[in-house]
C-alpha cells in the first residue's frame, strides 16, 4: 500500500524504461496517481498493454516508442512529446542495463554504448525538457542509480562507473536548477527482483547469499521501491534535492 500524494494528480510523469521491471512498477504507482504518464521505451508493445490496463485510473498513459541510445531519435521523440502533451512536471531517467563484463576483456564499444543508455540518454532528456519545466515554475528530476557504486563487484566496473556518473550528474544539476525550484535526485535499487533479473542473474546460491548480506534480510522487490518516487516526484519532498537514497536494506556500506 503506496501513500497518496493529493498533489501528484496535477502532474505529468515522464518515466524512461516505463515498460519493464522497476520502470513498469514506476508506471503503474504513477497511474494511480498522476494525471498523465508518458513511457519512453523501445518495448512498445508491452507499454501499450500497461497503457491499457491503466485506462482504470484517471490518468492518461501515453507510450513513446525509441531507442534510448539513439540521441537524434531521442531528442525528436522529446520534441513531440513536448509539442502533444503537458509540460513534464517529474522527470524519471530509469532506463539502463547491467551486463558483466571484465575489465581485461571489454571492448571500447561496449563502455561507450552502455554510457549511452546509462548516462548519455539522462542527459539528454534533462537538456530537451528542463527549459519547460523551468518556465512552469519547478518540478522534480529522478534519476535511477544503483548501490553497486558501493558494492562495488569486478564484474560491474563500467555498471557501476555509469551508476556513479549519475550521482555526480544529479550533484551538480541540483546545484544547477535549484534556483527554479527544480529538485534533482537519485535513488539507488538494491537487487531488486524484476522479470529480468530472475531469468538472467538470479540463482537460488546468489539469492540466499545475497540475503545474508543485508542489514535486514528481505527479499527486495519493486514494492520497497516504488513508495520512494512517489515521495521524491511530490511536492512533500520539496525541500530535498541533491540526494542519493540507497534503497537495498542495508546491503551496501553507502
Ligand atoms: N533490478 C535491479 O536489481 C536493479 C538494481 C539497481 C539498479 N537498477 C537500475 O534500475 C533501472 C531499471 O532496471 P530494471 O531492472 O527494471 O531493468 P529492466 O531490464 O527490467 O527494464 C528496463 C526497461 O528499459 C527498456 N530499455 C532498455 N534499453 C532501452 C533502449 N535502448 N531504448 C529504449 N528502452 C530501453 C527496456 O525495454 C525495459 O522496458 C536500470 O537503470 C537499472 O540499472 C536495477
Redesign the pocket.
Known amino acids: 500500500m503506496n501513500p497518496i500524494y493529493p498533489d501528484l494528480k496535477n502532474k505529468h510523469i515522464l518515466i524512461?524504461?516505463?515498460?519493464?521491471?522497476?520502470?513498469?512498477a514506476l508506471t503503474r504507482t504513477f497511474a494511480e496517481q498522476a494525471k498523465e504518464v508518458t513511457i519512453?521505451?523501445?518495448?512498445y508493445d508491452?507499454g501499450l498493454l500497461i497503457a491499457k490496463e491503466c485506462e482504470k485510473y484517471n490518468c492518461k498513459v501515453n507510450v513513446y516508442c525509441?531507442?534510448?541510445?539513439d540521441t537524434n531519435a531521442l531528442a525528436s521523440t522529446l520534441a513531440t512529446i513536448k509539442k502533444e502533451r503537458p509540460v513534464v512536471n517529474v522527470l524519471i531517467n530509469?532506463?539502463?542495463?547491467?551486463p558483466r563484463y571484465s575489465l581485461l576483456e571489454m571492448s571500447d564499444a561496449q563502455w561507450n554504448d552502455l554510457f549511452q543508455?546509462?548516462v548519455t540518454h539522462y542527459f539528454i532528456t534533462c537538456r530537451e525538457l528542463l527549459p519547460d519545466m523551468i518556465n512552469a515554475g519547478g518540478g522534480s528530476i529522478i534519476m535511477?542509480?544503483?548501490?553497486?557504486v558501493w558494492l562495488a563487484n569486478p564484474d560491474l566496473i563500467a555498471?557501476s562507473a555509469t551508476?556513479a556518473a549519475i550521482i555526480g550528474m544529479v550533484r551538480s544539476l541540483a546545484e544547477a536548477v535549484g534556483k527554479h525550484y527544480i529538485r534533482v535526485n537519485a535513488v539507488?535499487?538494491?537487487?531488486?527482483?524484476?522479470?529480468?533479473?530472475l531469468n538472467q542473474w538470479v540463482t537460488p546460491e546468489a539469492k540466499h547469499k545475497n540475503l545474508q548480506q543485508l542489514s535486514i534480510p528481505i527479499e527486495?522487490t519493486t514494492n520497497e521501491l516504488v513508495g520512494i518516487y512517489l515521495f521524491l516526484a511530490s511536492d512533500t519532498s520539496r525541500a530535498i534535492t541533491r540526494q542519493t537514497i540507497v534503497v537495498d536494506a542495508g546491503h551496501a556500506q553507502s
Open positions: 524512461t524504461g516505463g515498460s519493464n521491471g522497476i520502470g513498469e519512453l521505451d523501445q518495448d508491452k525509441v531507442d534510448l541510445t530509469n532506463a539502463g542495463y547491467d543508455l546509462n535511477t542509480s544503483s548501490h553497486q555498471y551508476k539507488a535499487p538494491g537487487w531488486i527482483m524484476t522479470e529480468r533479473q527486495l
